[in-house]
């Protein structure tokens, strides 16, 4: 048997690929997306032959991977947490028609949040859903668990999911490899219209028969929560824990040498919970704590009216069940000494474009061409355009277009002039949520300004292929789906593209946009703001230049760093002008036209 040191999505991955999965499909997006890029690294271990896909949004993903099943092969669906509200729809109706090859959906929860928009809990949703999740502690355990997640999917014909949260998706362990699966298996898809075709008709004994499959999935002999008994001192008290909470309790039970002084039970699957469980809880046991990230799930299933968790304020609402705030809710349970944590984290340099990022130099040509603009934006990098006050919305993919038309709309109804809406929305955004918008704004006449910031890559979640790039996942080949026709066909007639590295250029597209958003007979105007990112070597080493340098005429006035906020720049406090980290700059040059003073000048110009 071979021991490798992984990190928990590269485990994960591999778990996949020893389990014969022929599908796995994905949309990136952190703390997710290296369990796909580990499946790609690792295709050559699979036995079986192997598809996988870097889908254009997580519903694609979902129902590539859901159809994969029907015929019989093993499949995966791989996103983050907020990305099951885009799959939402496929999702929902899986549970009620099943599958027939084992289905996992691996969804990739954030508490804290650390990269997401909310703290929002898959293991809830999969309870709305009627949908088996399971709640690994460890990288070597959500490994374990993909096997045999796979066999209880294939034995009662439902999709099931497996739940890892971000410190689960981002540690390391040493992990057990074993020899990948090998099935065999052939596509085999028989048309049953009754249950894949379902209408309303079929539905009621669909969900008889889900509820029927819930009863016995949560019976399960393998699936049931793990009792690490007491020895009697804290009798009639139990710990109920999950995930990677019940990980940390367990370091801290330890480290306060509490080990086995109390009945711990650790949850695998939190839902559906088995009832033979709840009822030894209510029947043994006067007092329970529940720790589990980020919602009551368990809590509420248990209906225990000694439970001291989230529902009954024992355990934060909100935020991360770190070992500190385990302390704390452990040592009100058992009656231990309070610990007094004075120490306050420092807070850090606020997350800043790179260097000679293209979206810095937009932004900066945006808020200053519309300075009293509103400026709706979406979910990447570009996020951080806000940081030049150039982004005042950012609500979920896609919808910075849409909120865009909102704003129009609602301000049209006023009379009179109506401000400048500029939307920014990166490339692989546009894809995945930006094209209805986009349609629904040129229908409805809503004049806005559309800036498309393509960087020809998935930047924030580490360079993933996009569409228009006519590269597939692994870096095979494959059609490449140019964003100017598609903005065409979706009725737009103002149609620029410009790299905004070129500023002046730049801002008269914008001007002329705005223009058009008010004439007459104007509408929607698009402009692609197209520069590659400098994280790709190839950008980089064709952009090569000396530094920017700051000249005497420097006034201090600090505009460059504080306006621009380029990582590069920052202030000499002991001699009051700006300086120049020659490391870090890559010497685009944007930030000439920022100085006032006209004291930053190209590289060996002084």
């Known amino acids: 048997m071979t021991i490798e040191l992984l990190m928990g999505n590269d485990a994960i991955g591999r778990g996949l690929i020893e389990a014969g999965c022929q599908v796995a499909a994905a949309y990136p997006g952190t703390p997710s997306t290296e369990i796909l890029q580990s499946v790609i690294n690792r295709r050559d271990e699979a036995v079986d032959p192997l598809h996988v896909e870097w889908s254009v949004n997580e519903k694609i993903a979902f129902e590539v991977a859901l159809a994969a099943s029907y015929t019989g092969k093993r499949s995966a669906a791989v996103m983050k947490q907020v990305g099951l509200n885009v799959a939402a729809d496929p999702f929902m109706r899986t549970a009620y028609l099943g599958v027939k090859g084992g289905m996992l959906t691996i969804v990739a929860d954030d508490p804290g949040p650390h990269s997401s ?32 997640a ?25 992990v057990a490899l074993t020899t990948p699966l090998g099935p065999d298996r052939k ?35 393998d699936w049931q929560p793990k009792l690490v008994e007491g020895d009697g001192t804290n009798k009639g008290l139990a710990l109920v824990a999950s995930g990677i909470a019940y990980a940390n309790l367990v370091d801290l039970l330890a480290e306060l040498e509490l080990t086995g002084t109390v009945d711990l039970y650790q949850v695998l699957m939190p839902y559906p919970l088995n009832p033979d469980f709840i009822d030894t809880l209510q029947n043994s046991y006067t007092k329970v704590l529940v720790l589990e990230e980020t919602y009551p799930v368990i809590e509420m299933q248990l209906a225990h009216p000694g439970a001291a968790g989230k529902l009954s304020g024992a355990v934060p609402k909100e935020g991360e069940l770190t070992p500190d705030v385990l302390y704390t809710a452990l040592a009100d349970f058992l009656g231990l000494e309070r610990q007094q944590n004075e120490a306050v984290q420092a807070r850090g340099q606020r997350p800043s474009l790179c260097p000679g990022c293209p979206h810095r130099a937009a932004f900066y040509s945006i808020k200053k061409t519309f300075p009293d603009g509103i400026f709706p934006s979406d979910i990447g990098c570009y996020t951080l355009g806000m940081n030049l006050e150039a982004v005042h919305t950012v609500h979920c993919m ?34 995945h949520a930006g094209i209805p918008a986009l349609i629904n704004a040129v229908v409805q006449d809503a004049r806005i300004i559309v ?49 905004p590295y070129h500023q002046a250029r730049f801002e008269e597209l914008l001007r002329k946009a705005d223009e058009h958003t008010r004439h007459e007979n104007g509408g929607v105007a698009v402009l692609i703001a197209k520069h590659g990112c400098l994280m790709d070597p190839a950008v980089r080493k064709a952009q090569e230049a000396a530094p920017v340098q700051i000249t005497e005429d420097c006034l201090g006035c600090g505009q460059c760093v504080e306006i621009f906020e380029c990582p590069a720049l920052s202030m000499d406090k002991e001699n009051e ?7 870090r700059c890559h010497g685009c040059g944007t930030c000439i036209a920022v100085c006032p003073a006209q004291a930053i000048v190209e590289g060996g110009m002084i």
């Open 117 to 148: 928009q909310n703290e929002q809990d898959t293991r809830l949703f999969c309870l709305q859903g009627r949908v088996p999740v399971l709640d690994p502690s460890s990288p070597a355990e959500a490994k374990a668990m993909v096997a045999p």
């Open 150 to 174: 796979f066999t209880l999917s294939e034995k009662y014909e439902m999709n099931v999911v497996l739940r890892p949260t971000t410190r689960v998706c981002h540690s390391r362990q040493s």
């Open 187 to 221: 596509s085999e898809f028989v048309p049953d219209t009754g249950r894949f075709c379902a209408t309303p008709a079929f539905l009621p004994r669909l969900h008889k028969a889900l509820n029927a499959k819930l009863e016995q999935i949560a019976k399960e002999p």
């Open 398 to 431: 896609g919808a910075c277009i849409s909120q865009g038309a909102g704003f129009y709309q609602a301000y049209r109804q006023d009379g009179g002039a109506t401000p400048t809406v500029v939307v920014t929305i990166g490339d692989s955004t546009f894809f």
């Open 451 to 499: 800036v498309i910031l393509d960087n020809a890559t998935t930047a924030m979640t580490g360079g993933q292929p996009v569409p228009h790039m006519g590269i597939a996942a692994g870096g095979r080949k494959t059609k490449a789906i140019a964003i100017m026709p598609l903005v065409k066909a979706a009725g737009v007639e103002f149609i620029e593209s410009c790299d």
């Open 577 to 583: 002008t700006a300086r120049v980290d020659g490391d």
